[in-house]
């Protein structure tokens, strides 16, 4: 969840504790690209879909207070520690966020790291791996919806091959500020592989999506999320979403981790799995622990891909 002047792809360059010098550089490059390419972001919070907004508050009308305006420094740092199948150096993921209580996460709630994540890293690292390191798959696209802190998307990554892309998202434009410093701050040194951009949910947001794109595979054979639902304005969107942007065969998946008890939910999971069915798509149950579920969506009767 972290884009904030441009919505291109970002390359990120720089070791994996790039300096301020470095992190600028990136940003600065960034902004001459958008400039170039005239692709602009809309400020947008995901506040927006738990209160009714001003009927002036349309996408990109500017009302956020100032879009332009610095976070403040992350007040919460988190480190996590994964085997990596294909390496006897473990993969290390340090990030920083907000506390619950902070007033950042009473607007954009990405801006926090979210239970039902450790469940779905630990279905990459387990049951992921292989697929997502499988070097004959060479256009390999992995996408991460409402990556937040971006602590599964970035996993990914690291799991991935060297010639897979992988995409983090958000909608919020705060998210994708600290989402874009996690980034920089994690991934190796030169790497353009991995990307953030601004991706807002529903099927013509998903299409405009996939407009800006280039190169001849657009789609994702992998996308993953979790927190991702807890207000029933966001499910359809959510799987119009995805039904746009996973590729046809018969290996792309969705996984997706959800936590039905979040604070302020207000979706029953027979909600989800109603909608996700109403999108075309079929679901395995990978993952039940009390209150976290995580789930496989794949397309029913999928084909060969287009």
Known sequence: TTLASCTLEFGIHGPPRATDHER??????????????????VPWVDAWVRWERDDDCDE??????????????????????????SSDT??????????????????????????????????????????????????????????GLGRCGLLAHSLSHDNATTVLTDGDTDT?????????????????????KQLLWGEQHAKDYLSQQSGEKKHFDLILGSDLIYVQSVIQPLFETVKTLLCTHDNA??????????EGN???????????????????????????????????GADKET
């Open 24 to 41: 600028n550089w990136n940003h600065l490059v960034c902004d001459n690209i958008m400039t170039t390419a005239q692709v602009k972001e």
């Open 60 to 85: 990109g009308t500017g009302c956020i207070e100032d879009e332009d305006e610095e976070l403040p420094p992350a007040t919460e740092s988190y480190t996590f520690t994964y085997p990596n199948p």
């Open 90 to 147: 473990d993969i290390v993921l340090e990030l920083k966020g907000f506390h619950e209580d902070s007033e950042q996460i009473w607007n954009s709630t990405g801006l926090k790291l979210w239970r039902s994540s450790h469940y779905l890293c630990q279905h990459l690292v387990n049951e992921e791996a292989e697929l997502l390191q499988d070097e004959n798959n060479t256009n390999l696209r992995v996408l991460e919806v409402g990556s």
């Open 176 to 196: 994708l500020k600290q989402l874009r410093q996690n980034v920089s701050n994690n991934a190796s040194a030169n790497d353009g592989t991995i990307t953030c």
């Open 253 to 262: 998946k969705f996984l997706m981790a959800h936590c039905s008890r979040r």
């Open 266 to 300: 207000e979706v029953d999971l027979s909600m989800v799995l109603d909608a996700a069915r109403e999108e075309g798509f079929k679901y395995d149950v990978m993952v039940e622990d009390d209150d976290i579920s995580l789930f496989s969506f794949r397309r029913k």
